[in-house]
């Protein structure tokens, strides 16, 4: 794929009126194939079927760049329900939240006070919630935030993209944090991230056999088989315990492989994404891969 083309996804993933006016379309352009339902119910049945499968979920309400202070509150609502439905139904997953969709480009410390109350009903019931990371003008932020917030809580982590510069400075100091591992899915400069294919594998490999080797816990987030494959090895030269990490994909993506890791004996989790808020989320997609495009030349010419 060309840098137009990525580029033009990467423009309409942050088109404020697009991202608007898709919540009243309904699915289109085999979204549906990448995120689990509009509502509570659908998203439920989706974990329930994948814990079957000795597969947990990272659960995210989908919503981003809110600058409404009723829609992040509603938001915040949502996901506390959410939390309770995980907890009434014993389901195996924890949640990811996005610091934009609970206000943060508002104010912060109005985002901050929404973080703390999912925080407070993720704690009476023991479920952990991870803090995804959005683009390089809100990690700071989001990085002072975690820190805010592991002052009272245990059960926050977050996620390192490894094609920042800094990755792994930074990671040094998350040395006792959950974290899961991504190469990065937005358009960054080359005053802070990498931008070559071969220079983002190699600081992935290198920040996750670091991260192995360290006590925290980390959540391998990669469909690369060739990254996949050369950690498995890693993992049984070094002995690694097997719960010291899991590999992570997004719903809808390399489905078999996702069954076969958990087959094996690895710990899996699906990152299984739900709501009305699809079309910033399914943009970044179709920008990373092309072969999605496929699904709205069917959708538009074949539906
Ligand atoms: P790529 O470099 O996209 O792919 C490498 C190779 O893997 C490809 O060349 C191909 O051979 C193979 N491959 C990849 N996908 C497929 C497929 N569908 N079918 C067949 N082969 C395939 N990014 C953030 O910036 N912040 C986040 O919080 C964040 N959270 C994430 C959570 C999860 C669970 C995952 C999996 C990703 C997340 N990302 C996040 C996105 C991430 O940063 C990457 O943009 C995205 O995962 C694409 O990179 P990749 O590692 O999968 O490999």
Redesign the pocket.
């Known amino acids: 794929m060309t840098n137009l083309t990525k580029d033009f996804f990467y423009s309409l993933s942050q088109n404020k009126l697009l991202n608007e006016s898709a919540k009243k379309w309904g699915f289109k352009f085999g979204a549906d194939k990448f995120v689990a339902g509009t509502d509570l119910n659908s998203v439920t049945r989706t974990i329930k079927k994948l814990n079957r499968y000795g597969i947990s979920g990272?659960v995210d309400n989908l919503g981003e760049f809110v600058s409404d202070r009723e829609e992040a509150m509603r938001t915040t609502n949502n996901i506390i329900r959410l939390l309770n439905r995980i907890n009434e139904e014993n389901l195996d997953c924890h949640v990811?939240v996005k610091l934009t969709q609970l206000g943060l480009d508002i104010d912060e410390q109005f985002c901050i006070d929404n973080m703390r109350k999912i925080m407070e009903a993720a704690s009476k019931f023991g479920i952990f919630v991870n803090i995804?990371?959005?683009?390089y003008s809100r990690y700071e932020q989001t990085l002072r935030i975690l820190q805010t917030l592991r002052e009272e809580f245990e059960n926050v982590g977050t996620?390192m993209?490894a094609?920042l510069y800094r990755a792994e400075e930074d990671l040094e100091q998350l040395k006792d944090v959950r974290i899961?591992l991504?190469?990065?899915?937005?358009k960054e400069s080359e005053a802070v991230a990498y931008q070559s294919?071969a220079e983002?594998?190699r600081n992935?490999l290198k920040l996750a056999k670091k991260r192995l080797l360290g006590d925290a816990f980390t959540?391998i987030?990669?469909?690369?088989?060739?990254?996949i494959n050369e950690l498995k090895a890693f993992i049984k030269e070094n002995n690694i315990s097997h719960d010291k990490f899991e590999f992570?994909?997004?719903y809808g993506?390399?489905t078999e492989l996702q069954y076969n890791l958990a087959a094996e004996g690895y710990r899996f989790?699906?990152?299984i994404p739900f709501g009305t808020d699809w079309f910033g989320y399914y943009m970044?997609r179709l920008a990373?891969?092309p072969?999605?495009i496929n699904l709205i030349v069917k959708d538009v010419f074949y539906d």
């Not at 995804?132 to 683009?135: F, L, P, Q, R, Y």
Request: aromatic content about 12%; charged content about 30%.
């Open positions: 990272t990811s995804d990371m959005e683009d996620v993209q094609y899961r991504v190469k990065g899915a937005y294919k983002i594998d992935y959540s987030a990669t469909h690369d088989h060739n990254i992570q994909m997004l993506f390399r989790c699906t990152y970044r990373e891969r072969q999605n």
